[in-house]
């Protein structure tokens, strides 16, 4: 393991709904080569209903069925940005929201992919917008001017679709059937620019605007978009990074490295190693999942 790096692990193995074991995720980050502490935050689970037993006559109630089946599988990538220990502490403030949030609203889970979809949607805005709140109170609440500000790159996976919460510049790649695509979008004033016809694609990627924010989880503004993807097909791939990973390793290269993974894990260290090789100018973060196809078999006749 690099120094400075974190890491999780679930799971890992091989149609329909996959079971948690057949779930391949991993999750990692790293303070870089010249950050002087990681700002950076993830998260990954899985959410379940659970019951729990406060009392009962039952002879051996520890060999009762308390973990039900899966809802969903969350996937969060916080860069925390304004310098110090205060963009760590607003990445930190907005894992911590949003997971308690995502644990109490359970009740939102049936209602993705259905007629209540719209209804899905606005709870995963309302998640955003309560980290928001929390990282504006904790900024707030400390003496002196704090810029605490953060993005926020949320992913709930429901089979079979996956749900992307957006605020700021870090990302969510789908790689299937042989190609990757960006699922979002970056919210910074060059790619506005960009959208206002006002910059090319090359100079949008190069100006320095690229690094600004026109939205943040507490900052002056946090306008979450959310956007949901088919995974269903077996062998698709997420990736949600920071852009401590994108600046220095380009498209084509995640795709390729994604074409031929072997493992979340083993793609997950294989990109850090390339963007600590390039100079690892900031903290890298990096989450991949994954149902792998499940293994042909065949017998004599």
Known sequence: MATGETTVQVASVTGGRPTDEELDLFGLTHRGKVRAENQDHFLLGTIHPHVVVHGTSLPEPEMLPLRGGR???????????GGGADGGAAARLTGE?????????????????????????????????????????????????????????????????????????????LYTGGRLRQITRDQTVAQQLLDQG???????KRSPLSSVLASAIGSAEAAPVVVRVD?????????????????????????QHLASMTSSEQVCHALLALALERGGTDNITIIAGRAPLKARTSGAQ
């Open 198 to 204: 006002i910059l090319s694609p090359a100079d949008a």
């Open 231 to 255: 995974v269903a097909e077996r062998g698709c791939v997420v990736l949600f990074c920071s852009d401590g990973l994108t600046r220095h390793v380009s498209d084509d290269e995640l795709a």
């Open 71 to 81: 809802f969903g599988t969350v996937l969060l990538v916080a860069d925390g940005v």
């Open 97 to 173: 929201a949003v997971t308690r949030y995502v644990a109490s609203t359970l009740r939102c889970y049936h209602l993705a992919g259905a007629k209540g979809d719209e209804a899905f949607f606005a709870a995963l805005r309302e998640a955003a917008l309560q980290a928001h709140d929390a990282v504006r109170a904790e900024a707030a609440s400390r003496t002196g001017e704090h810029q605490m500000a953060t993005t926020l790159t949320l992913g709930i996976g429901v089979w079979p679709w996956l749900y992307v919460v957006q605020v700021g510049d870090s990302r969510c790649y």
